[in-house]
């Protein structure tokens, strides 16, 4: 049997009720959350709230600001740029791919002493380690050391997955692409012969890193070479990733340059850590100002893709390495914070005084 449609028999919006049923009542609940009489607060913004909050604000991250600011620049900081594109550069000869292995040598000046513990940075500009396909090729299970993730790699690793119908160890772009220039320092004193600077090479990367999301394959008693049997090097690497150190406990996956570089950047300009320079006493700076030499075996490329290669030396503070973005950032918000406040002072004094003539004039 056919029914007439009336919109008039809808409850809210619903379907019609069937004849001789019970009326549908689609009527919240009486709570005091369905009905929305909870209890509320809604601030009253006026003049004697919002005026001190704006000072407050510009007093407290001015100061803030001000000491972030100075911190940083109280942090030593030298940077050598050695890609070797200006043909007057020592490092322009490594730009022809026949000189290999290339080494060359760049001279430099500390003006002044580098105290506490000093960080040897290798950096990189117009890498985009950030890419996509980039940063999912690599396989973590086999990082971690699982024996059958070893020899049978994901699949996101393709193309450097296999290479001569053997699994690569480690596979993925980003480890093939691993930065492999040596860099080594020489303090240039009265005598001749220079002195060499320690590299510490352990303690560079994080310790969950090096602990827990980086291992090699199971097996403490068994050589590393036999380890990685049945794989085979990434297509770029010279060696193996088990010779990457004579030390076994920075050798494979857990070495640590490694750990450093599977680390993506999120820029394409960024530095990552290549060495330590510890503090040998108080009575004595870590690197003293004088003349230096840096020297470089140059394996990376980067003229390819117009990138540049750089050596940073830096000190630290409680605040980390030298940025002052965020000190110019809170004093730049304290300031703009302060002028608003003092604006809508002006304003709520004129237009305050204006209101009370207007009443005494009625």
């Known amino acids: 049997m056919a029914m007439n449609y009336n919109a008039k028999d809808e409850v ?5 009720c069937a004849p001789g049923g019970p009326a549908k009542n689609r009527r919240p609940d009486n709570t005091a959350f369905k009905q929305q009489r909870l209890p509320a607060w809604q601030p009253i913004l006026t003049a004697g709230t919002v005026l001190p909050t704006f000072f407050i604000i510009g007093l407290i991250f001015i100061p803030i600001g001000i000491g972030i600011f100075v911190t940083s620049n109280n942090i030593r900081e030298i940077e050598i740029d050695y890609t070797g594109t200006d043909p007057s550069s020592p490092c322009n000869k490594c730009l022809s791919p026949n000189v290999t292995p290339c080494i060359c040598t760049i001279n430099f000046t500390l003006e002044q002493s580098f105290e506490g513990n000093v960080f040897m940075y290798y ?35 393709e193309p450097y997955r296999r290479n001569e119908d053997k699994p690569i160890a480690p596979c993925g772009a980003i480890a093939n692409s691993m930065f492999n ?6 303090l240039v004193g009265n005598e001749s012969d220079p002195t060499p600077i320690t590299l510490k090479k352990k303690g560079i990367a994080w310790w969950t890193d090096k602990n827990v999301k980086f291992r090699n394959p199971p ?3 068994i050589p590393l070479e036999e380890r990685f049997k049945g794989t085979t090097k990434p297509v770029n690497w010279v060696k193996p990733v088990y010779m990457l150190d004579p030390d076994e406990d920075n050798s494979g996956f857990i070495n640590e340059d490694f750990i450093v570089w599977m680390r993506t950047a999120a820029l394409p300009t960024f530095r ?3 060495r330590l320079i510890e503090r040998k006493d108080d009575l004595h700076p870590t690197l003293p100002a004088g003349r230096y030499y840096l020297n470089i075996t140059y394996n990376y490329p980067v003229h390819s893709f117009d990138g540049r290669k750089r050596m940073i030396l830096s000190t630290i503070s409680w605040m980390g390495g030298k940025n002052p973005f965020l000190g110019i950032a809170y004093i730049a918000i304290g300031s703009i914070s302060f002028l608003l406040g003092v604006v809508l002072l002006v304003i709520n004094h004129k237009y305050r005084n204006s209101s009370n003539t207007a009443d005494i004039t009625i």
Request: with cysteine.
């Open 12 to 16: 809210d919006g619903g379907p019609p």
């Open 123 to 157: 950096g990189l500009s117009n890498f985009y380690q950030n890419h996509r396909r980039y940063v999912k090729s690599r396989d973590d299970s086999q990082l971690n050391g699982d024996p059958s993730a070893l020899l049978n790699p994901s699949k996101e690793c």
């Open 181 to 186: 220039d040596t860099l080594d320092l020489f």
């Open 219 to 221: 097996g403490a008693d």
């Open 272 to 274: 990552k850590l290549y």
